[in-house]
């Protein structure tokens, strides 16, 4: 029998199914709640349940009794499973327990009432399971804005929400649609590896290999053969053929780390492969044909390296069609505590710690530091402060002497002391000294600082009014 009646006006109303083998319980409860304002459909066992289900899935709530024939209500939460998309069950019984009820939870209902039940407890506790469902669709909805914000400031496995590498991550981002040659310049530990992995990754040749090569790690004599194999008997111990990793690399990318390393002898060798696509392995009088993408990155400074003749000023032309500098931490420090709340999740889990942040004195620290390691070194100091770390917050004692030897103390010159210990107090601390030193540079002129600090003008004026900074 189908009781289905829709309340009038009510295109958001909720839908209930009821399943009951009681014709009155149904009658009853169909009345009082299509007077609370949901739409209502019944059944009269739990096969009769599923069989709607399995029809028309679309139900928000359930109100299902335990003891029926054919099916009872244990059954039916057993059979139903995934056919339910997110409905929540609330159980019914008057033969029921408490251990009735942890049953009924164990398999997938959310609630338990006992019979005979007055009509306000069955509407409480629909309201309880319509407040949990608000819940976890708030929660859904904060996760997902989350995962946007956190996106915006990412580019492959890269953080930062500096202007500077916003730029890095916008460029890297076009680049990676085109086969363009790219050269990666930055100090040692900014990123480069990181930036040519974010490339191919992010490029039509991600399903195939990326090659990465540290131009200074292998040996002269051994880098032509590493580079474009070599032929059986090419040279003593070359007992097979072996193919070189331009030709591995084949459909994809190859990374050149440190190409200022290179020999001059292979320099000539990497040039003709650049210009003709081609490679020639050692002991063969045959060339290949290549499909592979060049990245390279380097630490040196090549225009420096040409002009002292170390470096062949054509090879430099051909690698250098598109340049990304990576700036140095130093230059852009208000991406050090998101950098640091990021290598503090991945050492939580890695270590199985549950440190929440790093105290305000200790962040002050952090920003006064020069990084002369840059991310890398910020990565390995965060790591070892987890594993000294004794309580939920990294103090000023959990970083290394040369990170505090010459950071002043609170109260004597460091950032201004805070209420409680949060991350978040310390970036207000940055953000608050970051804005005062856009306003007294630009003579208060909102505009321009907005353009020094990256952020727009109704942000800046929120910020200023929230931080209580005079002009």
Not at 8 to 20: F, G, Q, S, V
Not at 51 to 62: A, C, N, T
Not at 229 to 255: N, Q, R, V, W, Y
């Amino acid at each position: 029998m189908k009781e289905k009646e829709a309340p009038e006006n009510r295109e958001d109303a909720k839908r209930l199914l009821i399943i009951d083998d009681e014709d009155n319980m149904r009658h009853m409860l169909t009345m009082l709640l299509r007077k609370s304002g949901y739409e209502i459909d019944t059944a009269s066992n739990g096969l009769e349940g599923l069989e709607k289900l399995s029809g028309d899935p679309g139900y928000d709530f359930i109100l299902c009794d335990i003891k029926m024939p054919k099916m009872d209500g244990m059954e039916f939460l057993e059979a139903a499973g995934e056919k339910l998309q997110g409905g929540t069950v609330i159980m019914m019984s008057a033969y029921g327990n408490i251990d009735t009820a942890i049953e009924a939870m164990k398999r997938g209902a959310y609630d338990y009432i006992s019979k005979p039940f007055k009509s306000d407890e069955v509407l409480l506790a629909l309201r309880k399971a319509e407040e949990r469902e608000r819940l976890k669709r708030e929660n859904l909805r904060l996760k997902k804005r989350i995962r946007n914000i956190e996106d915006s400031y990412q580019f492959g496995n890269m953080i930062a929400r500096s202007k500077s590498m916003q730029a890095v991550f916008q460029l890297s981002e076009k680049v990676a649609q085109y086969n363009t040659t790219v050269l990666i310049s930055g100090e040692s530990g900014t990123g480069k590896e990181l930036v040519a992995r974010g490339i191919h990754f992010s490029s039509n040749r991600a399903r195939n290999p990326l090659i990465p090569i540290n131009c200074g790690g292998i040996p002269d004599n051994l880098l032509e053969s590493e580079f474009f194999g070599h032929k059986k008997g090419a040279f003593t111990g070359a007992d097979k053929s072996h193919k070189g990793l331009f030709e591995e690399a084949e459909g994809g990318t190859i990374f050149l780390d440190e190409v200022g390393e290179l020999p001059a002898s292979l320099q000539v060798k990497l040039l003709r492969v650049l210009q003709e696509s081609e490679v020639r392995p050692v002991g063969d009088a045959k060339t290949r044909i290549v499909d592979v993408r060049v990245i390279a990155a380097t630490a040196k400074n090549l225009e420096t390296e040409v002009a002292e003749g170390r470096f062949r000023q054509d090879l430099y032309y051909r690698l250098n069609v598109l340049s990304i500098k990576l700036p140095p931490l130093r230059e852009r420090r208000e991406d050090i505590a998101l950098l640091s709340q990021h290598f503090i999740n991945r050492f939580n889990e890695l270590l199985g710690k549950e440190i929440k942040g790093i105290t305000p004195e200790a962040m002050g620290v952090m920003f006064n530091h020069a990084w002369p390691g840059n991310v890398r070194e910020l990565e390995n100091v965060i790591e070892r402060a987890l594993v000294l770390a004794d309580g939920p917050m990294l103090s000023r004692e959990s970083f290394p002497p040369e990170l505090t030897a010459n950071a002043p103390a609170a109260g004597e010159g460091g950032d201004p002391d805070v209420e409680g210990y949060s991350l978040k107090d310390a970036q207000k601390i940055l953000e608050k000294k970051m804005i005062t030193k856009a306003l007294v540079k630009t003579g208060g002129n909102r505009t321009r600082a907005t353009q020094l600090l990256g952020i727009s003008h109704p942000s800046l004026l929120t910020k200023i009014k929230a931080y209580n900074i005079t002009e």
